[in-house]
């Protein structure tokens, strides 16, 4: 029987890396609306003053700030009220001394005025604003300007778009933007023994469970997920399917039919499929040793065979197909949480563990208790926070030794 002949996770990665040297995102322009969870193209830089005036942040009085000098609530100030700020109205109107005008958050302050003294400090008698607090320069509200001036960095290239972000560009009034084109990927699942979700397994059958958690970490990551297919273990089927998917996609990704039994075939066929083929058969990893990786060149497509165990499908994933996005789309990696693993851990020299965990928070601290189960149960992964590397060259971990979780 031929053996596996592993790489460590470094290796495959650099691996990876020599083979996708030339490769350069592609860029398209979408508008604000279709811009959720896409990575920015090109710097933006602002068009404008945000805010375009000077607005108050609190609902209440905008007044010259040394009027209110010794105001307290035994002694308050009088100032005489002066007209009220409509919001969305221009204040076309000025603020003197010994003068207060109401105004809304949000609302522009009339000239003059260089503070806002909120409205439960002040009260209203007849024509005049009794302040029981000092002000200030400047307290109560945000200059034309002060939170971005035109042609300023908006946002750099390589910024994910997430809720925040939108909010910002809507402000500068930007409704176009610059976005990559994320990498396309493929997920074919193969196995004589899978059903589709929807169909009741017979004898010796299971559902079919990859298809869909490689599919979701591909959305939650930026693929763009373009095909999936379900096959049985059929050798002309599976290479013409792999076909098929390299011309489709950036990536192409195999679950089941990586490791060595007799109908095991995801190699060979990667190997006739796509040329030079295979240049990783197995991983320095557990779980997730039978992890195939292929290339192809006429295409320039990734070929990934994944464990066909749910858990190992969804670690060899993360570790090197989220950490290739990452990295080619120039994304700050997931930041782990520190903790400390509760309970010894066995490690497996020459190979890195990875052991899913949860999570929780005691005495200003947060423990990783080991989540055991073998790498076929999917409850495993469902009950997992996130999961902790034991470095190939440790024996293992030692109760309350600090770890990094790294979460899913």
């Given at each position: 029987m031929k053996l596996l002949t592993v790489d460590t996770i470094d290796e495959a990665r650099e691996k990876i890396l020599q083979k996708l040297n030339s490769y350069s995102p592609e860029s398209e322009t979408i508008s604000l609306g279709e811009a959720q969870n896409r990575i920015l193209a090109a710097d933006i830089f602002s068009p404008c003053d945000i805010p375009g005036f000077r607005r108050s942040v609190v609902d209440g009085y905008a007044l010259l700030s040394s009027d209110t000098a010794g105001a307290g609530e035994a002694v308050p100030v009088f100032l005489k009220k002066a007209p009220s700020v409509s919001m969305g109205k221009a204040a076309d109107f000025s603020i003197g001394n010994g003068e207060a005008a109401y105004v809304p958050t949000g609302g522009m302050l009339p000239a003059g005025a260089d503070a806002v003294v909120m409205i439960e400090f002040c009260e209203s008698a007849g024509g005049s604003i009794a302040v029981y607090e000092p002000a200030a320069p400047g307290a109560g509200m945000v200059k034309a300007g002060e939170d971005m001036r035109k042609g300023d960095p908006l946002l750099c290239k390589g910024r994910r778009i997430r809720p925040q972000e939108a909010g910002l560009l809507a402000a500068a009034g930007i409704t176009e933007l610059p976005v990559f084109i994320p990498l396309k990927l493929c997920v074919i699942s193969t196995g004589n023994e899978l059903v589709p979700p929807e169909q009741v397994p017979g004898p010796g059958e299971i559902r079919d469970i990859n298809t869909h958690i490689i599919k979701a970490m591909a959305l939650k990551r930026g693929f763009s997920v373009v095909s999936s297919e379900l096959l049985p273990d059929d050798e002309e089927r599976l290479q013409a399917a792999i076909r098929k998917a390299m011309v489709l996609s950036d990536v192409v990704v195999v679950s089941g039919g990586s490791s060595q039994g007799e109908k095991d075939l995801t190699g060979e066929?990667?190997?006739?499929?796509?040329?030079?083929?295979?240049?990783?058969?197995?991983?320095?990893?557990?779980?997730?040793?039978?992890?195939?990786?292929?290339?192809?060149?006429?295409?320039?497509?990734?070929?990934?065979?994944?464990?066909?165990?749910?858990?190992?499908?969804?670690?060899?994933?993360?570790l090197l197909l989220g950490w290739l996005h990452d990295r080619l789309f120039n994304q700050r990696p997931p930041f782990p949480v520190p903790a400390r693993v509760s309970s010894n851990l066995p490690g497996s020299p020459g190979?890195?563990?990875?052991?899913?965990?949860?999570?929780?928070?005691?005495?200003?601290?947060?423990?990783?208790?080991?989540?055991?189960?073998?790498?076929?149960?999917?409850?495993?992964?469902?009950?997992?926070?996130?999961?902790?590397?034991?470095?190939?060259?440790?024996?293992?971990?030692?109760?309350?030794?600090?770890?990094?979780?790294?979460?899913?």
């Open positions: 066929i990667i190997n006739r499929a796509a040329k030079p083929g295979v240049f990783t058969h197995g991983l320095a990893l557990k779980p997730g040793k039978p992890t195939i990786l292929g290339w192809d060149e006429e295409s320039r497509t990734l070929l990934a065979g994944l464990p066909g165990h749910p858990v190992a499908a969804m670690v060899v994933f993360e190979r890195t563990v990875c052991q899913p965990v949860i999570l929780s928070f005691n005495d200003g601290a947060y423990s990783a208790e080991p989540v055991f189960g073998k790498s076929g149960m999917i409850t495993t992964l469902t009950r997992a926070d996130g999961y902790i590397l034991i470095d190939m060259n440790k024996e293992g971990l030692k109760k309350d030794e600090p770890v990094l979780v790294h979460l899913f």
